[in-house]
């Protein structure tokens, strides 16, 4: 077989396997991204491979001096990237999660809830509010993510790298007065909001509120 024949059936072998390999992904993981950023495994497993990320949600007027309460809550996307620790260059896989967050008047609660294979849940914890259980009024909260981890694949086991939280619509909301009554009518100035949870607090395993992340504040004129 001369050179430019063993080529060709060089490539055709290649794009077989390659065909049959993002044919068997598992549902909601996408595509390998080659030379990308490399994550090293964390140092403690967590049983039975989940880990948390985290974000901590702030609703203020835009001079910070006042906080708000928001109409309806926001829409946020949650998006996981994994990472392989080798060899170079190393290679990346990533999953999106939605969720609408909301103030029911006592509580926040969630809505529409969309997770995917390895963003299997999202839960959201209180914050900081004022008044009473039947008249209170909340301008921040706790949102927080489990993520598989590591994600195996037939190309490797892949480590969370970082979880990116990114608002995606943003409702209208009130500013919150000294006397913990709502006061005046303000949009935001932007629908887009972002914050990292780089796993600086090492992705604690347990699902749970008193995990710490990332933090965002959205601000509203």
């Known amino acids: 077989m001369n050179t430019r024949m063993f080529l060709v059936v060089l490539a055709v072998v290649v794009v077989v396997l390659m065909s049959g390999f993002l044919a068997g992904l598992p549902n909601g993981v996408v595509e390998p991204v080659y030379a990308a950023a490399c994550q090293p495994a964390h140092p403690l497993p967590c049983a039975p491979g989940y880990r948390t990320a985290a974000v901590d949600v702030e609703h203020y007027a835009e001079t910070y001096t006042r906080p708000v309460e928001p109409d309806t809550g926001e829409t946020v996307s949650i998006t996981a990237y994994w990472n392989t620790a080798l060899p170079l260059p190393c290679d990346e896989i990533s999953e999106t999660a939605t969720v609408d967050v909301y103030w029911t008047g006592s509580a926040w609660a969630l809505a529409n809830k969309s997770t995917t294979t390895n ?4 839960q959201v914890c209180s914050g900081d509010a004022c008044g009473s259980q039947y008249d209170g009024h909340a301008w921040s909260f ?9 994600v195996v694949l037939v190309t490797g086991a892949y480590n969370i790298r970082q979880v990116v939280f990114t608002t995606t619509s943003v409702d209208d909301g009130y500013v919150i007065d000294e006397n913990c009554d709502l006061s005046t009518a303000v949009s935001p100035t932007s629908q887009s909001w972002s914050a990292t949870d780089a796993g600086s607090n090492g992705f604690e395993c347990a699902f749970s509120c008193s995990n710490s992340g990332a933090s965002m504040t959205i601000l509203y004129e």
């Open 119 to 122: 963003i299997t849940d999202i």
């Open 142 to 150: 706790r949102l927080i993510a489990r993520v598989t981890d590591p």
